[in-house]
């Protein structure tokens, strides 16, 4: 089956503590985005690559890092700088040709 | 950034009535597209309206777009307990391809 995974869905993390989101895609995309959601709230960008080893900054990456070493692949680090990491984060890819979106499951981080 | 406002904020209906979700936006788009969200899960792209047209349909979706007013309406007929989920407009007006997601309509369909 084709899509986008994402691990782990629930994720604990202490204060000061750095944590990495997976995001795996098998859909031969070359465009990868994660974007937070907060409760009741719309989804923000906070990176965006558009083809392997290059990345660029979203609306609100302070706090946050991303690599791009594969195309299938563009994990999430939630930095100790990040003051309210506590969110939903989602991973998207898309084809590049209508722009339309494919999303993975989340992760829902809390901050204990 | 917020690029698309969404009214209402909830809506509750009974099963078989129609839904309407509108969105206002601020800048020209190339396109304006609308996704589901059930509780706790991914987006679905449901629908895309490029710049260049007013109105589309899929199944029991109807979407349209009116570039002047800078708003697109999203219309579910005879509505199912199963199309509860949170609906987002979401806007392409950036390089990059990059989109903008509104606030979402929270919709609660009663059997």
């Known amino acids: 089956d084709g899509g986008i995974t994402q691990s782990p869905k629930y994720l604990f993390r202490k204060e000061g503590q750095n944590v990495t989101l997976s995001c795996e895609q098998n859909l031969n995309h070359d465009a990868m985005y994660w974007y937070r959601q907060d409760p009741g709230q719309g989804l923000r960008l906070i990176y965006y690559?558009?083809?392997?080893?290059?990345?660029q900054k979203g609306d609100i990456a302070e706090g946050y890092s991303v690599s791009r070493e594969k195309k299938e692949s563009f994990p999430l680090t939630v930095t100790s700088a990040q003051k309210n990491p506590t969110a939903f984060y989602l991973c998207a890819s898309h084809s590049g040709i209508y722009n339309e979106q494919f999303f993975g499951p989340g992760t829902r981080l809390t901050v204990l | 950034s917020q690029q698309g406002e969404e009214d209402p904020q909830a809506l509750s209906i009974q099963e078989g009535e129609n839904a309407t979700m509108n969105c206002s936006y601020k800048?020209?788009?190339?396109?304006l597209q609308w996704y589901r969200q059930n509780s706790g899960r991914g987006l679905v792209h449901l629908i895309l309206?490029?710049?260049?047209?007013r109105e589309k349909h899929s199944g029991r979706l109807r979407v349209t777009l009116d570039t002047s007013k800078k708003s697109s309406s999203l219309l579910i007929t005879a509505s199912r307990a199963a199309d509860t989920a949170s609906y987002f407009c979401a806007t392409d007006s950036r390089a990059g391809n990059m989109l903008t997601f509104g606030g979402g309509t929270r919709l609660m369909v009663k059997p």
């Open positions: 690559s558009q083809i392997v080893n290059d990345f």
């Open positions: 309206i490029r710049s260049n047209e």
């Open positions: 800048t020209s788009i190339n396109n």
